[in-house]
């Protein structure tokens, strides 16, 4: 399974790309992650959560690719799923970490 | 009944609200009663020059400050009150900061465009330090949310607090007046404008803040906030240079100058931080060529157009044919008009 994180927007418009693969993670990490991308529902997402656009908030861009299945969604920071944060806090840790 | 004494509260003094509030004319009544109500905001709306007294304009300020703490939390807004308007210094610098550039910006709308605060009826300015990120990590962000403006305080290395920025709350204030006005969708063309005026603007404050000419200025956006890891000289230039080249964190600036250059992609709804660089460089060659400081006669010129001179969906070609006809007040054929016209035709919008 791939996840990729781009962030855009923000006062600076700084991009930030991160990604994971599952074949690089340690079983343990990996089997979390499957889990926290099921716990989001995440194949089920809307691909687009449609909010008045606040300027300046920052915009996640978040696609999981595992065998033929392939889903992104795009979300702005303050209208961002409970349910996603979970997944998007541990990509970025994970990355952070890298 | 609610009696205030805060002078700051109580433009319409306690004995003076109590008679109004048998006045005959009901205008004046609906003033008591908001002014004993403390909702002073609603009854300044309502005054006309007829009910104040001499010794009460003064009084009659916009200027309405409070700097809250989140604390590293991103949710729920606005956070502990720790700095109202009228109080002392407090020990947070990220909280002066605030409240100070919050007034440069309150005190440049008034003194150069006559505008009392954000929708030019005193409309409270609030603000939150120490904001957190969606993950509660430290924020290397501000922004305004339609009621308050939120300041991060940056990864320490390539950012600090972005409070120590003027042209920062500028901009974000900015976003607010635009909110009000002509209200620019934020994405694609109308949201590089939207961006455009928030950056133009916050440049704005800071030229007049330092009484710096044109030729003073650095045009340089977002300079302040850059952490000491940071290489690079700011995040924006309206100059026509990159603001940044091959730095090993920032990269290169990606900002076009020219109309043919202009983003065409999906990210960052449509570019609007990326494609603002062409009405930026617009009004930067624009406010070369008129002269002197760039508040008085470009400035002007650009603060007309977005309050009233744009539709919400409009286009880059819409802010040049807005901006031209507004340089006319100048006189048709002007030298401020050609100089309009002339900066619009060299970055490739007309």
Redesign the interface.
């Known amino acids: 399974m791939q996840i990729t994180v781009?962030r855009?927007?923000?006062?600076?418009?700084?991009?930030l790309t991160l990604s994971i693969d599952t074949a690089h993670l340690a079983p343990e990490q990996a089997t979390h992650l499957r889990h926290l991308v099921e716990a989001a529902d995440f194949f089920h997402l809307p691909a687009t959560v449609s909010v008045?656009?606040?300027?300046?908030?920052?915009?996640y861009?978040v696609t999981v690719r595992e065998g033929d299945r392939k889903h992104t969604v795009t979300v702005g920071?303050?209208a961002?799923p409970e349910r996603l944060?979970p997944l998007?806090?541990w990509v970025?840790e994970a990355a952070r970490q890298r | 009944m609610h009696l205030c004494h805060h002078p700051l509260c109580c433009f319409v003094p306690p004995y003076m609200a109590e008679n109004l509030q048998t006045s005959d004319d009901p205008a004046v009544r609906q003033i008591a009663l908001a002014s004993l109500g403390n909702e002073y905001r609603t009854a300044r709306r309502l005054l006309t020059p007829q009910f104040l007294a001499p010794s009460l304009i003064g009084q009659v300020t916009g200027k309405e400050r409070y700097v809250f703490d989140m604390k590293g939390t991103s949710d729920p807004l606005p956070g502990k009150l720790v700095r109202r308007e009228g109080d002392r210094p407090v020990e947070d610098e990220a909280a002066n900061e605030a409240y100070d550039h919050t007034g440069d910006v309150y005190d440049f709308y008034q003194a150069v465009f006559g505008r009392d605060s954000l929708d030019d009826a005193g409309f409270p300015l609030r603000s939150s330090i120490h904001v957190g990120?969606?993950?509660d990590?430290p924020m290397?962000?501000?922004?305004?949310?339609?009621k308050q403006m939120a300041y991060g305080d940056g990864d320490g290395n390539l950012?600090t607090r972005?409070t120590k920025s003027l042209d920062?709350v500028g901009?974000?204030l900015t976003?607010g007046v635009l909110s009000f006005t002509s209200n620019l969708d934020?994405?694609d063309e109308s949201?590089a404008l939207?961006?455009s005026f928030?950056d133009i603007m916050g440049s704005l404050v800071n030229q007049w803040k330092h009484n710096q000419t044109v030729s003073q200025a650095d045009w340089y956006i977002?300079k302040e906030m850059l952490g000491p890891g940071a290489r690079i000289k700011g995040?924006?230039t309206m100059t026509g240079e990159k603001a940044y080249k091959g730095d090993p964190d920032?990269g290169t600036d990606?900002q076009p100058k020219h109309y043919r250059d202009r983003y065409r992609g999906g990210?960052?709804?449509g570019g609007?931080?990326?494609n603002s660089g062409i009405p930026n460089h617009a009004f930067y060659l624009a406010a070369m060529t008129i002269g002197g400081y760039a508040w008085e006669k470009t400035g002007k010129i650009w603060y007309a157009t977005m309050k009233s001179g744009l539709e919400s969906n409009a286009s880059f070609k819409d802010a040049a044919d807005a901006t031209i006809a507004v340089a006319g007040y100048y006189g048709n054929g002007s030298d401020e008009q050609k100089a309009v016209r002339s900066a619009w035709q060299q970055v490739g919008v007309i």
């Open positions: 781009e855009s927007g923000g006062f600076t418009g700084m991009p008045p656009a606040q300027p300046d908030r920052f915009e861009e920071e303050a961002m944060k998007l806090a970025i | 990120d969606t993950f990590a290397s962000n501000a922004f305004f949310n339609g950012f972005f920062v901009h974000e976003h934020y994405f949201g939207n961006e928030a977002g995040l924006r920032f990606p990210r960052n709804r609007v931080h990326v």
